[in-house]
């Protein structure tokens, strides 16, 4: 029953997530420097603050070095360093402004959460890696009590263009045409605490993260435009497996699946196998 329902269109459970106003929710934050920020940092801005207030986290000099952030992007400012660039060229490089240059970066996002925070503890940017797997470390290893872990992308016609023009390499080594016409765009956070930090501030224990896995099958033949090349359903099962022999976690507890593959991507049929076997 499962398998079946894995990849049908619709089963009913779809949500439409209207747009909400970039400026409302950094009003109160007289930190933030809102007139000079891009659009990407006010997207950002706006998960981040509407995550922390509903931590409702007090930062004081005993845990102001325990409280930092890792964020993630795959593309980062587009619109920002586009148009920085341009007006270069037009204008001549005496036009370049030191106050748009830092949001043509990828940190200046998690940098604007670094003030907004007012937390010295362990922060970082990175691309094309999980944040949350990331901070699940720091927290482990001791670097960290707690981490607010998030990634952030805006929509630009550029990477519209690519989209619309992307390709993929199967397991065949044979490329094809797989556009996306329905891009998005946006920000999530999630806040992870030691489990003791958290019960010493009375915190509101949502879940358990027990562990993690990732693995990967390098396309060797031909690399496709974004670097999502085929994933095999052996890739994702070995993922799978892994997770749950480190989290000690049997199989017959699983009761929710959340999937990465689109209704239309060539995703779906590789989870199915996997998730099957």
């Given at each position: ?256 699946i959340i999937s990465l593959a689109r209704e239309d991507s060539h995703q779906i049929e590789s989870e199915k196998e996997?998730?099957?076997?």
């Amino acid at each position: 029953s499962f398998a079946k329902n894995y990849s049908q269109k619709d089963i009913g459970c779809r949500r439409h997530i209207d747009d909400g106003n970039l400026e409302k929710d950094l009003s109160n934050f007289s930190t933030v420097n809102q007139r000079r920020m891009d659009r990407l940092t006010k997207i950002t801005m706006m998960a981040a603050v509407d995550c922390l207030d509903k931590v409702q986290l007090s930062v004081d000099e005993s845990n102001i070095n325990d409280v930092g952030g890792i964020f993630c992007s795959s593309y980062g400012p587009i619109a920002s360093a586009r148009d920085f660039i341009h007006s270069g060229f037009k204008l001549g490089l005496n036009s370049a402004s030191p106050l748009i240059f830092p949001y043509t970066v990828i940190n200046s996002a998690p940098g604007a959460i670094a003030v907004l925070m007012k937390t010295r503890g362990f922060s970082t940017t990175v691309q094309g890696y999980n944040p949350i797997a990331y901070a699940f470390d720091v927290i482990r290893n001791k670097k960290a009590k707690a981490i607010l872990a998030g990634g952030f992308d805006e929509l630009s016609p550029e990477l519209e263009k690519a989209y619309l023009n992307r390709t993929i390499v199967d397991e065949n080594g044979t490329k094809k045409p797989s556009a996306i016409a329905n891009v998005s765009e946006g920000s999530a956070m999630l806040f992870l605490e030691e489990e003791e930090f958290a019960i010493g501030r009375k915190s509101e224990i949502l879940f358990k993260l027990c562990n993690y896995s990732v693995s990967s099958n390098l396309q060797y033949t031909e690399e496709s435009i974004d670097n999502f090349g085929f994933i095999s359903a052996e890739c994702i099962y070995k993922t799978m497996t892994s997770a749950l022999e480190r989290s000690e976690i049997e199989r017959s507890k699983i009761s929710l699946i959340i999937s990465l593959a689109r209704e239309d991507s060539h995703q779906i049929e590789s989870e199915k196998e996997a998730l099957k076997k």
